[in-house]
């Protein structure tokens, strides 16, 4: 079965700052896609970032960038310079076949980041 | 444009009441997919269809839950005598094809919350 572990429960970050948040996942597959979803108080799931497995160049959106090691199965997210409007629910998901004829998005249970004015 | 649509955004129903969900996908959107987040949780899949087809329904409950997706109307997730266990939060994603190449992103709604009291 395909996993993805969130490790951080909750981050805190002051505005300007720099954060990290870890998330890693488990496959047999070799060809796949990683994103992050965040997740403010209003409940919309707001796609962040995309990342595809092939690519070895690591996926950069404006302040929010990607570290991806495929051989450790790890996809951390960075934000910098963070901003009060960066406080939500961060859930990483992986894209997996289903074997049903489907590709379903699997999440992380999330991580609650708040940002320090 | 006016993205993904779910009504209602918050219902209530006591034990062993009907639950009906509605989703009208992105214009442009054939592809609806439904997922359920519990709290404290992340998504998990339910059940993914096209226009009057299901095609992947592995993550449904096998009883009460049902889903369609008519050629005319929104998609309908569908709960049959509730019970407390059913309160989650149900989000509808959409998108122009399915995710096999991956680079179809899914577009959340806004999601529906339901009670069960």
């Known amino acids: 079965a395909q996993t993805v572990t969130q490790s951080q429960p909750e981050m805190s970050v002051q505005e300007a700052e720099t954060v990290t948040l870890s998330c890693t996942y488990d496959t047999s597959e070799s060809d796949y896609y990683l994103f992050w979803y965040k997740q403010p108080p209003s409940r919309q799931m707001i796609l962040v970032i995309r990342q595809e497995a092939y690519k070895q160049q690591n996926a950069t959106e404006n302040r929010f960038s990607v570290n991806f090691q495929k051989a450790a199965k790890s996809f951390s997210l960075k934000i910098s310079d963070s901003q009060l409007g960066d406080a939500a629910m961060y859930f990483c998901?992986?894209?997996?076949?289903?074997?049903?004829?489907?590709?379903?998005?699997?999440f992380g249970k999330g991580t609650k980041l708040s940002v320090i004015p | 444009n006016a993205g993904v649509m779910q009504n209602p955004r918050h219902l209530v129903r006591r034990r062993g009441q009907e639950a009906r969900l509605r989703c009208s996908p992105m214009?442009?959107?054939?592809?609806v997919y439904w997922y359920r987040q519990l709290p404290e949780e992340g998504l998990k899949f339910m059940v993914y269809?096209?226009?009057?087809?299901?095609?992947?329904e592995s993550g449904m409950p096998k009883e009460r839950f049902s889903a369609e997706f008519p050629k005319e109307g929104p998609s309908i997730l569908r709960i049959q005598q509730v019970v407390r266990g059913d309160s989650a939060a149900y989000f509808c994603?959409?998108?122009?094809?399915?995710?096999?190449?991956?680079?179809?992103?899914?577009?959340f709604g806004a999601g529906s919350r339901l009670t069960v009291l």
């Open positions: 994603a959409s998108s122009p094809q399915g995710t096999s190449s991956g680079a179809n992103v899914l577009t």
């Open positions: 269809l096209q226009k009057e087809n299901i095609i992947d």
């Open positions: 998901a992986f894209l997996t076949n289903s074997g049903a004829g489907s590709y379903q998005l699997t």
């Open positions: 214009k442009g959107h054939s592809h």
